[in-house]
């Protein structure tokens, strides 16, 4: 797991990310990450499942080298994107139960909700990811901000098992993280502190049904949980106990007031 900042070399890198105009805390969590990525091996299966993932490790560190701070954030996003696999390992069976509810085939959510969630996840938070691919983004949010356990729904089996070889690769604790191969569809909400989804479902026909259960049983949490949304589909089935405190268009986060 990351600990606290110990080398000169990541104070360095955050101070030059926090120049392009990131927020500095944003910039300490960036550096946390892109040096981690520099230090670990080879994730399991690369040369199946992350066949370039040697080579754009290859120019982010050059970069870290010789570039600046934003060309350095575009080639991380990058290698981050390539990891999170937008070309995930859906059977025909499930390609078809994604279609049919309207859900993204495990397009990567960016860095953005990994980043700003830091103030929202404490020691004891259970969090959630509706269509979570091979969960990289939840397995990254246990990296940065470890807590009780993270639980991650996807309908693929064999994106869950890459997952699994991502969690040992990145060394997240067995117990922290709960794998959940199931349709979102079919998946309470409750019980949770905070939520990331990428717009697991379509807002109409059995989705609209979701969304509308999904508000149901948060908002009946005596505590509703934090939600972080991309391509938001939810706001408009939330009453006035949520507001949204955070929207760049992309990534639209709630809070209950």
């Given at each position: 797991?990351?600990g ?6 990541e ?19 960036l550096?946390r ?18 066949p370039?993932f ?14 600046d ?9 990058e ?8 070309e ?14 309207g ?15 830091g ?9 959630a ?77 059995p ?17 509703p ?25 992309h ?7």
């Amino acid at each position: 797991m990351v600990g606290d900042f110990n080398t000169a070399a990541e104070l360095d890198l955050a101070r030059r990310l926090a120049s392009s105009g990131r927020d500095p805390g944003e910039a300490d969590r960036l550096a946390r990450l892109i040096l981690l990525f520099l230090i670990l091996p080879d994730p399991p299966g690369a040369a199946t499942n992350f066949p370039r993932f040697a080579d754009l490790r290859s120019t982010v560190e050059n970069l870290i080298v010789s570039g600046d701070g934003e060309a350095l954030e575009d080639a991380f996003l990058e290698l981050y994107a390539h990891l999170h696999m937008n070309e995930a390992p859906y059977t025909s069976e499930e390609r078809r139960r994604l279609d049919e509810a309207g859900g993204y085939w495990n397009h990567a959510g960016g860095l953005a909700p990994i980043l700003k969630a830091g103030p929202w996840i404490g020691p004891e938070t259970v969090s959630a990811d509706f269509g979570a691919g091979n969960g990289l983004q939840g397995l990254l949010l246990q990296v940065l901000y470890p807590h009780r356990r993270t639980v991650q729904i996807e309908i693929s089996e064999r994106a869950a098992a890459i997952g699994k070889g991502l969690q040992e690769w990145l060394r997240v604790p067995e117990e922290r993280i709960e794998w959940r191969v199931a349709d979102v569809l079919e998946t309470s909400a409750a019980s949770y502190d905070f939520i990331y989804l990428y717009r697991p479902v379509r807002p109409e026909g059995p989705g609209r049904d979701f969304y509308t259960r999904f508000a149901r049983e948060i908002e009946a949490e005596t505590v509703p949980p934090i939600i972080f949304s991309i391509a938001d589909c939810l706001r408009e089935f939330l009453s006035d106990r949520y507001e949204v405190f955070y929207s760049d268009g992309h990534l639209t986060c709630f809070k209950p007031r």
